[in-house]
């Protein structure tokens, strides 16, 4: 099946640094990607639609000059976390839409992030 | 897209049927039914789904109610590595809207031996 490859899978940063994950396409081509958010024993949050080639879509209370995130190729979306807090700190999934297909949504195995 | 309900936990002995009851009663009519399920620290992995036609692949088997506002995901022999978290979601096809899902807060299904 298709693959969503997100890097790294785990990243310890100190606080007021910022920290990029990846998230890639492996075998199919996605205009859209998808950003959730997840804290322990919650559900995964929405935080943004990335699609390339423009700027991304912010859901309601996510902040964008905070969470950057760039679409810059087919199979590529990258999010940015600036200046993180320990508050950041949470997993991080990537979902990609193979635009060539059925629309499906596949989803990356997730980016764990720690911040001191 | 319509709001669905699920029990917050459900056990299920290893090799039986696991049944996971969905509520979608403000269900439209172009709204499909889809199924993903976590497994701890991981991400998502798609199961089923299905439009108003019960659904069989080679994971699960949808079961939808004739007035679509409810469903059942059924695992027919739960293994202990079925242990996970299932998110039951309605929302217009993939095509339509951007394709995003909303997750809910999900059913946390745990296999026993």
């Known amino acids: 099946g298709a693959v969503v490859s997100q890097h790294p899978s785990w990243v310890i940063c100190k606080s007021g640094t910022s920290v990029k994950i990846e998230c890639r396409s492996l075998d199919f081509q996605a205009t859209t990607m998808f950003w959730y958010r997840q804290f322990p024993k919650q559900s995964l949050m929405l935080m943004a639609t990335s699609n390339e080639g423009s700027k991304a879509t912010y859901e309601q209370g996510v902040e964008k000059d905070k969470f950057l995130i760039n679409h810059a190729s087919l199979t590529l979306s990258t999010l940015t976390v600036t200046s993180a807090h320990p508050e950041d700190s949470s997993f991080y999934i990537c979902?990609?839409?193979?635009?060539?297909?059925?629309?499906?949504?596949?989803f990356g195995e997730g980016s764990r992030l720690t911040v001191l | 897209d319509a709001k669905t309900t699920q029990p917050p936990s459900m056990d299920c002995a290893e090799g039986r049927a696991a049944n996971l009851p969905c509520n979608h009663s403000t269900i439209s009519g172009n709204e499909y039914v889809y199924w993903y399920r976590q497994i701890h620290s991981q991400g998502p992995q798609y199961i089923i789904h299905?439009?108003?036609n019960n659904e069989t692949n080679e994971m699960a088997s949808l079961i939808i109610t004739e007035d679509r506002k409810s469903s059942t995901l059924i695992l027919p022999h739960a293994t202990l590595r079925d242990t996970a978290v299932y998110y039951c979601i309605v929302r217009v096809g993939f095509y339509n809207q951007g394709g995003k899902l909303i997750f809910g807060q999900g059913t946390e299904l745990s296999v026993k031996p």
């Open positions: 979902s990609a839409r193979d635009s060539g297909g059925a629309g499906e949504l596949f």
């Open positions: 299905g439009l108003k």
